[in-house]
């Protein structure tokens, strides 16, 4: 299992790489200026992590009051990732609308293409960083293993 830093140090990192990848790939691919994209960048990172944090919570206390328990069945997990992208996509197309000057079919098509790039770059990322930073097999006791899991 990962520790609390090493969380902070995936988190941190990913949301780095993440902003240094997208804001000229974004500023290339919508023709805007970079320093407009790193906002763009740097807000949605933003937005996402309260979203992320709100949108579990109450996910997680609808999941109880329904079904009675917190276990995700993968429909239920598909209908999670669903619905939590698509609320992303409704809080941040106001703002990149009115920051970027867009319409907001625009700003939707955006917002979609930043969604796009996060998933597959969110896959990429977690698995060169298991690879850079493997976790390590806990034994029976919660201590830590000398062999890492394989990647």
Do not use: C, S
């Given at each position: 299992m990962r520790s609390f830093s090493d969380r902070v140090r995936h988190?941190?990192?990913?949301?780095l790489i993440g902003i240094a990848i997208f804001?000229?790939?974004?500023?290339?691919?919508?023709?805007?200026?970079?320093?407009h994209m790193g906002v763009i960048?740097?807000?949605s990172a933003t937005v996402?992590?309260?979203?992320?944090?709100?949108?579990?919570?109450?996910?997680?206390?609808?999941?109880v009051r329904f079904t009675g328990r917190v276990a995700?069945?993968?429909?239920?997990r598909v209908a999670h990732a669903m619905l939590f992208e698509a609320g992303l996509i409704v809080l941040l197309i106001p703002?990149?609308?009115?920051?970027?000057?867009?319409?907001?079919?625009?700003?939707l098509m955006m917002d979609i293409s930043i969604v796009a790039?996060?998933?597959?770059?969110?896959?990429?990322?977690?698995?060169?960083?298991?690879?850079?930073?493997?976790?390590?097999?806990?034994s029976a006791h919660g201590r830590a293993a000398s062999r890492a899991l394989p990647a």
């Open positions: 988190a941190v990192l990913f949301e804001t000229p790939a974004a500023a290339w691919l919508f023709n805007q200026p970079v320093a960048g740097v807000v996402a992590t309260i979203w992320n944090l709100l949108f579990n919570l109450g996910f997680d206390h609808a999941l995700k069945t993968m429909p239920i703002f990149v609308a009115w920051y970027l000057g867009v319409p907001l079919w625009a700003a790039f996060y998933l597959v770059y969110a896959f990429v990322f977690n698995i060169a960083y298991d690879r850079v930073f493997p976790v390590r097999e806990l």
